[in-house]
């Protein structure tokens, strides 16, 4: 008789073909299978000599290639299709079996399969996935949630399959029920908001300081050697670099100024309002991809609305420092708003995370890997109840001797009619949050104006109401 699988993959485009040859590489024999077997049969034709597969056409025979107890990844669309295979799966397996989504699922949806899934006996986890397919294949961040004991199940093999930074595998268990997908998720609109800062110092270097794309992507690849050192800026400089065959021309110089979203970005600001946390860099990053794709619309406001037009600086190179010193801090406040969301998510879920893990797991594989994360890691392991980043004198001092270069960027922006959203919106953040009195008594004072909402007074306990438009007096609420 055969000898049974370790693991099971269920789901082989890209990233579940390039998980299920990581996991082979180490010496664990895996089960394959897919719902169109054709794609199984290339799978195996492709890969066969890369480690010890067992190719199933039916589920039933990939369920009965495991052993027990099954373990099974499950690598589909995010969705619909998740149920489905869960639904098709359930009836095959045994008690305390593992049914492990390794997609970009929503962590609501997470939540909902693990207690449907132990009504039928069976062991769910969420695990975020980082690292695109060059990770899934390579080693990527890995983001385990659900049942801790389901995790030491499969623990060996993800420790094994990870990134590793400093001796130390990028993965840890995070937490129950939906917290590994939940913090995939911050991550994933962390790299919305990087992306989007970057692609604003690539517009102002452009239309500014009037230099060409090859030109930005030397200033990246300079950049990406200090304090920005990072897996984006460092493939920024090298999409800048890229000359296009077809043309002659730059690469990035021919491709439609319309950036795709698959909803995680989304769900990450829906999440922040939910819990009350400003989260502006991300969300301004969400809703900049949202104005890329009304194209047309813009194609015909570029000859109807008025505004100034960019003055190129003649290469500037104050101004290209200014830049990166605006890019820097405001990257370290869309972390801020990125842990502090993580930390609010945790008290409400009642998830325990440990933000000082996270940060750990991100520094190998995941798309936002960055220097500066060894110093997020610091923090947290010695302020584990810290509030925000940017109260660590660490990026306390980064941000103040960069504040003035950041203020600089968005004037000249501004005075030249170029957007720039995340960059305004966390330089915004900042200033608000360094506030010690803002101007919502004027907002609350409305409110009880229009609605009654009452308010709270600096020298009183309680809450009152003022009869605007009756006698003008006050009267306490409370």
Known sequence: ????????????????????????????????????????EQFIADYASEGDFTASESVEDFVNSLETPRRIIVMVKAGKPVDAVIEELTPLLDEGDIIIDAGNSHFPDTVRR??????NGLRFMGVGVSGGEEGALLGPSIMPGGDPAAYEEVREIFESIAAVVDGTPCVVHVGPGGAGHYVKMVHNGIEYADIQLIAEA????????????PAVGKIFEEWNTGDLDSFLIEITGKVLAKTDEKTGKPLVDVIVDQAGQKGTGTWTAIDALNLGIPLTGITEAVFARGLSALRSERAVAAKTLAGPN?????????????????????????????FAQMRAASVENGWDLKLGEMATI????????????????????EHPDLDNLLMVPYFTEAVANAQDAWRRVIVKATEQGVPIPAFSSSLSYYDGYRRERGPANLIQGLRDFFGAHTYKRIDAEGSFHTRWSQDGTEIQTD
């Open 310 to 338: 960019p003055v190129k600086e003649a290469n500037d190179e104050s101004l290209v420092e200014d830049i990166r010193q605006a890019l820097y801090a405001s990257k370290v406040v869309a972390y801020a708003q990125g």
């Open 1 to 40: 008789m055969a000898e049974k699988s370790r693991i099971g993959v269920t789901g082989l485009a890209v990233m579940g073909a390039n998980l299920a040859r990581n996991i082979a590489s180490r010496g664990v024999p895996v089960a394959v299978h897919n719902r169109t077997y054709a794609k199984t």
């Open 114 to 119: 693990t207690a449907e899934c132990e009504a």
């Open 362 to 381: 991100w520094r190998g594989g995941c798309i936002i890997r960055a220097r500066f994360l060894n110093r997020i890691r610091e923090a947290y392991d």
């Open 202 to 213: 690539y517009d102002l270097l452009t239309n500014v300081v009037g230099l060409e794309a």
